[in-house]
């Protein structure tokens, strides 16, 4: 009887010791493009979305990890193709579950660029993330004229075999 308790504790730690190691998460990368859609494409983000998923892919979902920049026109150095309008950029990056909202993060840039790496849904493991839905928006420094948004681009969760 003694024998046995001994024996199971070791089995387990021989077992541990001889395992390939901890399988790391992996990682499906997407490029992604929202402008204000406006003529001047005022505003631009642009950058990679990386869909990590865990040692045991498809499951579970880790998160998305995104990382890019927002440029607003016109930019203080380089050729003006864009007069100052008074309005600064803003883009939204959402992380749906299905129709629920999971995570969602804002960036603003006004005559120049902004750079960003942030993860979204990193608590939504046990949901996953099905989509990520970018718009850009130009927003009045003043509060007059009202703010406008491009159109609305959706990346979908790539699939994993």
């Known amino acids: 009887m003694r024998t046995v308790r001994l024996v199971a504790p070791l089995a387990a730690l021989l077992a541990v010791a001889a395992s390939p190691g901890i399988a790391h998460a992996a990682a499906i990368t997407q490029s992604f493009y929202a402008d204000s859609g406006d003529a001047c494409r005022y505003g631009v983000t642009d950058g990679a979305l990386d869909w990590r998923y865990g040692a045991t892919s498809p499951l579970p ?49 006004d005559n120049g660029v902004t750079t960003f790496a942030f993860t979204l849904g990193a608590n939504a493991a046990s949901t996953g993330i099905s989509r990520v839905v970018i718009q850009v928006c130009r927003n009045p420094i003043v509060t007059l004229p009202p703010s406008y948004c491009g159109k609305p681009a959706t990346y979908l969760a790539p699939p994993v075999a």
């Open 61 to 109: 979902m880790l998160g998305v990890n995104v990382s890019g920049k927002l440029i607003d026109q016109p930019l203080p150095s380089g050729p003006v193709a864009c007069a100052d309008d008074r309005y600064y950029s803003s883009a939204t990056y959402i992380a749906y579950s299905g129709t629920v909202e999971v995570d969602r993060q804002t960036r603003v840039a």
